[in-house]
């Protein structure tokens, strides 16, 4: 006989230490066993969409900064790149190089967190995390160095890049190249095998192939999952045609295949680096674009393969200074619809691995 | 002074005051190591700003700690809520009467030393189910639910590792046991039993990887979370008291306490508890978390029968080569052999990515 | 197929204590500093007043609204003058998009990081305490020629440079 036992309701966050911000989920409890959960977001909103639509096209670049935080980067050559196809901007050779490279340490400095914190969500205590912060500060002096700040670069610019590479930063960079591999190695040595790691991410929070397409869900969760795609292939855009890599895909889709996806990225992004850094060719960072961006009536809509996925731009624009519409295709956001499906039937403790493993920052959710 | 110290109630009175203020001392001591070779481990240096080399941050800490305002949730059992902290205070500091310091040198030699520790080393778990059943807090709850779960499964094992002990020692007093171990500590005639015993302990005591019921990455602080204050202190203590109290129990059953060459005794002790402890350090810095329902498994399908074997393995031996002169090698070789075999092929059985329950809508 | 029977534990272990032997990822900050960038945006902007012309650029450039700036005809020494330049840096998000409008090279990032305030008023800063003076660095960000001259930046990747290959 089933002892019936009254459901209870928990309230993880808004304010918790595992939520990456200020999310918040409701979760229905059978003892430890989630029956129900509904997912509340909307703290961290800002109407970024409402403020982009008075400020000039640049002016609207530092607001993508601010969106998802941790990859600012990403997020402004997404949008530069929706207003170059609005405005049909060519951009030079060298700035097309700087661009990747900048894509790409991102990537690695995204995932370090995301890997880090997931990690840490299983209950590490901060090591990993210690760890692979060490070396996105090793990054972060990077785009410290390029762009003059460590989290809001404000890089990209319609048209190219602000300014050129600093003398100083391929050497830097190459620096940074030779010595990742070992640390890559060291993380893997440290937590890839470790029993109670495994225990706690393997089988975890699967991620069925289909509902992964369904959901539309992109970015490192669909292709542990299986979903081989990846917009650096699949739409080429920028120069990414010329280089050499492979998408690592999951088989299971489970808690651990997004972290171990994650990693694999990570070398491959190493990879994509080097031969930016090899091809990169000399010549001007930004082409002839007026201070002031009038582009033509019509709309565009840029994307590109962040990394927690298809990150997209969409501007409609009437002619003037400011656009009319603005909207963003948030991966943080997309890749939560499937959380609930997720969740169910697993512990609160897995409920806060498998939240941690789906990458996502509050920021870029409620933006 | 030596009537005053032949009168048997002064004596105690000594005595206990002495051992609260090691107790509370080597306390700081925890902390600090803890603190600063956790720090060191992570790439970082841990508190090196108040007093030489930062040793005076765990005083810091705890007068800004006593300083803090105390505040008891609205709708919590206050009576409860106030005990809880001194319940689970208490037992802690009564482990150490049976913790030979030196030859002799305790509380209260008792013939039931062990027995005694674990008779009162678990009552603090019933402060700690006091605390989270009366913050009125879900995650205090959950905490605290976790940790009855984790102390009445954790205790078989841990009792049952010893015996192993127990019976090569031929006594239940923790002098006689280190008494035992003049020639070789029982860590290498008993390896599985230690193993079984560290891991234990760690779920005993709530540290990770076993530190479920205040799983900070999820429970916020599990069972003290509406504690702040004096009463968070005391809790914080009792956490590391409770590490100091396992340290020096390992220490003197399997490390062979105060023996040891060289050193004067009481140093060796504390050498050895110290060490222990930074091994749970070590282990708290590199291990997640493990889930509540893997940490049942854990002592029920992996330790118990472990436990058990290592029981009839240490009974036979002992059986067959009894009390052998000058180091038993092959008893260690076979003991070894046995723990390696055992712990592979069990691991086996255990598997990974169970664990979702079916659950419909009610 | 691998064998798990907690080698992995000891595996991670192995890499924490290992960590013993290194340098540790840290710098006392009061009084250990590290160079910042060169182009460093750091929480204020300096103003060149005889450079300045008035043209408001920066002002129209600045999403944030910044900036204020008034001008006027000064009537003794028959000359346009600015009357007002004023920037609320608590407003400011330091993006540097007015230094890139400003078409007189007036207008540059300071390289001043350390700029708590009590008050909000305390944050707005006028024409006098804008003005380029020494104890106000002015930092590289689009303008190279003033890069050149300031301190290598102090890299993580060369201060902590152990070979890792090796191991
Ligand atoms: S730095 Fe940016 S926010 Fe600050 S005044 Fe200049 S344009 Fe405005
Ligand atoms: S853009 Fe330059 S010159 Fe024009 S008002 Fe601003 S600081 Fe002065």
Redesign the interface.
């Known amino acids: 006989m089933a002892l019936h036992t009254e459901p209870f309701i928990l309230n993880i966050g808004p304010v918790h230490p595992s939520t990456h911000g200020v999310f918040r989920i409701r979760a229905t409890l059978d003892g430890e066993v989630i029956v129900d959960i509904e997912p509340v977001f909307g703290y961290l909103h800002r109407g970024v969409e409402k403020l982009a639509e008075q400020?000039?096209y640049?002016?609207?670049?530092?607001?993508t900064?601010r969106m998802d935080y941790i990859t600012s980067m990403s997020n402004n050559l997404a949008y530069v790149l929706a207003v170059e196809k609005l405005a049909k901007v060519k951009v030079p050779e060298r700035a097309e190089y700087i661009r990747v490279i900048m894509a790409e340490m991102q990537r690695i400095c995204n995932h370090l967190v995301a890997a880090g914190a997931f990690i840490n969500d299983c209950g590490a205590f901060f090591?990993p995390f210690l760890y692979m912060f060490?070396e996105r500060?090793?990054l972060m002096?990077?785009f410290?160095?390029?762009?003059?700040?460590r989290l809001?670069y404000?890089y990209m610019r319609v048209g190219g890049v602000?300014?050129?590479l600093?003398a100083?930063f391929l050497p830097?960079l190459r620096?940074?190249l030779?010595?990742m591999?070992?640390?890559i190695a060291?993380y893997e040595?440290?937590?890839?095998?470790?029993?109670?790691?495994?225990a706690r991410s393997r089988m975890i929070g699967i991620l069925p192939k289909e509902l992964a397409i369904n959901c539309g869900i992109s970015g490192p969760v669909a292709r542990a999952s299986g979903v081989k795609w990846d917009l650096r292939k699949a739409d080429p855009y920028g120069i990414y045609d010329r280089f050499e890599f492979d998408i690592p895909t999951g088989t299971v889709g489970d808690a651990n295949d997004r972290y171990t996806v994650r990693i694999a990225e990570m070398k491959q992004s190493l990879r994509i680096i080097e031969q930016a850094v090899e091809k990169i060719p000399a010549g001007p960072v930004i082409s002839d674009v007026p201070?002031v961006l009038h582009p033509p009536v019509g709309e565009a809509y840029g994307h590109l393969e962040g990394p927690k996925g298809e990150l997209g731009f969409y501007l409609v624009s009437d002619g003037g200074i400011a656009p009319y519409r603005f909207h963003v295709r948030p991966p943080s956001l997309i890749n939560l619809t499937a959380l609930r499906q997720m969740l169910i039937g697993w512990k609160i403790q897995d409920a806060i691995t498998i939240f941690g493993s789906i990458d996502i920052t509050m920021g870029e959710v409620d933006r | 002074m030596t009537e005053l110290f032949a009168n048997p109630w002064f004596h105690w009175a000594f005595y206990t005051v002495l051992l609260i203020s090691f107790a509370l001392g080597a306390v700081m001591g925890l902390i600090y190591i803890e603190r600063r070779g956790m720090?060191?481990?992570?790439?970082?240096?841990g508190p090196n700003r108040t007093g030489p080399f930062g040793l005076l941050q765990a005083v810091a800490d705890a007068v800004k700690v006593l300083l803090k305002e105390d505040i008891v949730p609205a709708n919590a059992d206050k009576v409860v809520h106030w005990l809880a902290p001194i319940v689970a205070f208490v037992p802690v500091l009564l482990i150490f009467a049976v913790v030979p310091f030196m030859n002799g040198a305790m509380l209260a030699d008792l013939n039931i030393g062990i027995l005694y520790v674990f008779a009162i080393g678990s009552i603090s778990s019933v402060g700690i189910f006091m605390a989270g059943w009366s913050s009125s807090n879900k995650y205090s709850l959950l905490g605290a639910m976790r940790d009855v779960a984790s102390i009445v499964s954790y205790e078989i094992p841990l009792v049952l590792a010893i015996i192993g002990v127990v019976i090569l020692a031929g006594s239940l007093s923790t002098n006689e046991i280190v008494k035992a171990q003049a020639n070789i500590p029982f860590i290498l005639l008993q390896p599985l039993g230690f193993i079984i015993f560290f891991a234990a302990a760690c779920a005993e005591i709530n540290r990770s990887p076993f530190d479920l019921l205040e799983a900070d990455s999820e429970l916020v602080a599990g069972f003290h979370t509406e504690y702040s204050g004096m009463k968070f202190a005391m809790f914080y203590l009792v956490e590391y008291a409770e590490a100091l109290a396992m340290c020096a129990i390992i220490s003197t059953i399997f490390l062979g306490g105060w023996q040891g060459p060289v050193l004067p005794p009481w140093l060796w002790f504390l050498v050895k508890t110290f060490g222990m402890f930074y091994v749970m350090v070590?282990?708290r810095?590199?291990?997640p978390r493990v889930r509540i329902d893997q940490l049942m498994a854990l002592a029920w399908k992996f330790m118990l029968p472990l436990a058990l074997i290592n029981i009839v393995v240490t009974a036979i031996e002992v059986v067959i080569w009894p009390t052998p002169a000058g180091l038993p090698w092959v008893l260690i070789i076979v003991n070894f052999a046995v723990a390696g075999i055992l712990?592979?092929t069990w691991?086996?059985l255990m598997k990974y990515g169970w664990g979702r329950v079916e659950t419909t809508l009610r | 197929m691998?064998?798990?029977?907690?080698?992995?534990?000891l595996?991670?272990?192995?890499?924490?204590?290992k960590?013993?032997l290194?340098h540790?990822?840290?710098t006392?900050y009061p009084e250990q500093r590290l160079n910042?960038?060169?182009?460093?945006?750091g929480q204020e902007l300096v103003w060149n007043k005889t450079r300045c012309t008035g043209c408001a650029?920066c002002a129209k450039?600045?999403?944030q609204g910044a900036i204020q700036i008034v001008t006027a005809t000064n009537t003794e020494n028959n000359k346009y003058e600015v009357e007002t330049y004023r920037v609320d840096t608590g407003y400011c998000?330091?993006?540097?998009?007015c230094v890139?409008?400003c078409p007189y090279d007036a207008l540059f990032?300071g390289a001043r990081y350390e700029k708590a305030k009590y008050r909000r008023a305390e944050l707005v800063e006028n024409k006098e305490q804008m003005a380029d003076s020494l104890d106000r660095p002015v930092?590289g960000?689009?303008h190279?020629e003033r890069?050149e001259k300031l301190p290598?930046?102090t890299?993580?990747?060369?201060k902590i440079?152990e070979?890792?290959?090796k191991?």
């Open positions: 400020r000039t640049t002016g609207i670049i530092p607001l900064d090591t060490r500060e090793k002096d990077l410290e160095m390029v762009s003059g700040q809001t404000n602000s300014q050129d600093p100083e830097a620096k940074f030779k010595e591999p070992a640390h060291e040595r440290l937590i890839n095998d470790n029993e109670i790691f495994l201070k | 720090g060191r481990m992570q790439s970082r240096l070590w282990t810095t590199t291990f712990i592979v691991s086996r | 691998k064998l798990h029977f907690g080698n992995g534990l595996k991670g272990m192995l890499v924490t204590i960590q013993n290194r540790p990822t840290v006392q910042t960038s060169r182009r460093i945006r650029t450039a600045c999403h998000i330091q993006c540097g998009i890139e409008a990032m930092s960000y689009f190279p890069a290598v930046q890299l993580l990747v060369e440079n070979d890792r290959s191991e």
